[in-house]
């Protein structure tokens, strides 16, 4: 009889011992900066202004489409502001897929009303637009210019969030995300400067979003993880249970709120966990992927669509066209996070049981499985194939992905998967 692949026995060990004799990837060195203070918790949120008093003189009040004025939050912060006699300017009508129309309307606000500091209240697309702004501010040409030919960025205002939504992480993460309508690109960009100052998390709010809005969160979160986790590197222990123990809990409270979005605990768990996602802490040491993030930005800028949702159509069915890389890794996360069981001379059906059971999980959270639930026809797919690998633009090919380098013909391979 077959020996049983149960949840504790460590898959890894036993394959990756190949992959070591081979010299591939042990630990890799690494320099973690989170400097985000972050204020966790029941009514924080009215903590604003006595925590930004210190650090600001003059604040630009960054918000979304509207959400923010409808749940009360709004007058919250803009009361906590001028109780701790914080000044503000404000913009407001930051969309989903932040734009850069509004990131340049915002720099030019910043310069006017000589701003030291930008408040983000929203998710990621108004944390991401609000870093966009708070380095435009020093820049001297165009600000997309530092997204399109990655220039370095030194100096960037203070930014600072309150979150409304858990999902991009962006508001512990030196990234920005931004969509050039004109060029229908989204790109994004990292750097130290850009990681928020602060950030103001109270589970409280994500009481009032949506259930696509729930699910399309947890989505881009467990991305996040994934991205980090599906690695070649090995002896990373640590950071492979960390990423394991994340993404079992992420799981287990997203079908709980998505059922019950005033449950408070799952949310604290949830939000927390996106946080912790995105802030790097699961990725050091390890060769990271980023594979589906550079598909999905694509279908983004071109179609629109909610990123986690674009996360959740492509993630499986790129799992699916690269688990013969490293079969053991993908082998270790059906069994130590998707709960599969199955025999270790049959790996190949424990990897495709485990991934069986990732989109049974999306389809639970009522995530869209394919490219045409997402009104993405087969139109553009090679269009996107060569942007994502950046042939369109006539430069040498940049393949996506760290597991397994993904050239157009594989990205587009897989975009046709997820038809
Ligand atoms: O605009 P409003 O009216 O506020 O509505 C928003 C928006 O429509 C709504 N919402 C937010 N909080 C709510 C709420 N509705 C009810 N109650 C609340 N408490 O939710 C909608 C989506 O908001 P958005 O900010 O777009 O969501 P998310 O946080 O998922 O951000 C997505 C953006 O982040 C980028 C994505 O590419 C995308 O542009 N990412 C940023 C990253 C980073 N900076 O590190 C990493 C990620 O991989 C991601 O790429
Ligand atoms: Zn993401």
């Known amino acids: 009889m077959a020996a049983r692949v149960t949840r504790r026995i460590p898959i890894?060990?036993?394959?990756?011992?190949?992959?070591?004799?081979?010299?591939?990837?042990?630990?890799?060195?690494?320099?973690?900066?989170?400097?985000?203070?972050?204020?966790?918790?029941?009514?924080?949120?009215?903590?604003?202004?006595?925590?930004?008093?210190?650090?600001?003189?003059?604040?630009?009040?960054h918000y979304g489409g509207g959400s923010v004025k409808k749940s009360g939050l709004y007058e919250q912060i803009a009361a906590s502001l001028k109780k701790s006699g914080v000044a503000f300017a404000e913009l407001g009508g930051v969309k989903p897929n932040p734009r850069l129309a509004l990131v340049k309307e915002g720099i030019a606000l910043c310069r006017h009303e000589n701003v030291d500091l930008i408040l983000a209240v929203g998710g990621g697309s108004v944390i991401d637009s609000a870093k966009a702004i708070a380095m435009g501010v020093f820049h001297d040409g165009d600000v997309w210019d530092i997204y399109e030919q990655r220039l370095p960025v030194k100096k960037a205002l203070p930014v600072a969030t309150v979150l409304t939504i858990p999902a991009a992480g962006s508001e512990m993460s030196g990234a920005s995300v931004v969509?050039?309508?004109?060029?229908?690109?989204?790109?994004?960009?990292?750097?130290?400067?850009?990681r928020p100052v602060l950030s103001v998390v109270n589970p409280e709010l994500f009481s009032t979003l949506p259930k696509n809005q729930i699910a399309n969160g947890v989505a881009d979160m467990m991305s996040h993880i994934f991205e980090r986790y599906f690695t070649n590197t090995t002896a990373v222990e640590l950071t492979d249970e960390l990423c394991e123990a994340t993404l079992r809990v992420i799981m287990k409270n997203a079908l709980i709120v998505v059922n019950d979005p005033s449950n408070y605990q799952a949310w604290c768990e949830i939000g927390f966990g996106g946080t912790i996602a995105h802030n790097d802490l699961l990725g050091v040491g390890r060769a990271q992927d980023w594979a589906c993030h550079g598909m999905e930005h694509e279908l983004s800028a071109i179609y629109d669509v909610p990123h986690g949702a674009g996360l959740a159509v492509l993630t499986p069915?790129?799992?699916?066209?690269?688990?013969?890389?490293?079969?053991?890794?993908?082998?270790?996360?059906?069994?130590?996070?998707?709960?599969?069981?199955?025999?270790?001379?049959?790996?190949?059906?424990?990897?495709?049981?485990?991934?069986?059971?990732?989109?049974?999980?999306?389809?639970?959270?009522?995530?869209?499985?394919?490219?045409?639930?997402?009104?993405?026809?087969d139109s553009k797919l090679e269009l996107m194939a060569k942007k994502a690998t950046k042939v369109e633009y006539g430069i040498e090919e940049r393949p996506l992905g760290g597991l397994r380098k993904l050239k157009w013909q594989d990205v587009l391979e897989i975009y046709k998967m997820a038809e």
């Open 317 to 377: 069915n790129w799992m699916e066209y690269v688990y013969n890389e490293n079969p053991p890794m993908f082998a270790q996360f059906a069994v130590n996070v998707m709960g599969t069981r199955g025999s270790y001379r049959e790996m190949d059906s424990v990897i495709r049981e485990g991934i069986a059971r990732l989109r049974e999980f999306f389809r639970k959270m009522g995530l869209p499985a394919t490219l045409s639930e997402l009104g993405i026809g």
């Open 179 to 194: 969509t050039n309508e004109e060029k229908q690109m989204k790109l994004g960009y990292a750097a130290d400067p850009l």
């Open 12 to 61: 890894k060990y036993r394959f990756n011992e190949k992959i070591d004799r081979l010299g591939i990837c042990i630990v890799l060195n690494f320099n973690f900066y989170a400097p985000t203070r972050i204020v966790f918790g029941k009514e924080t949120q009215h903590e604003a202004g006595a925590l930004l008093k210190p650090i600001a003189g003059k604040v630009l009040l």
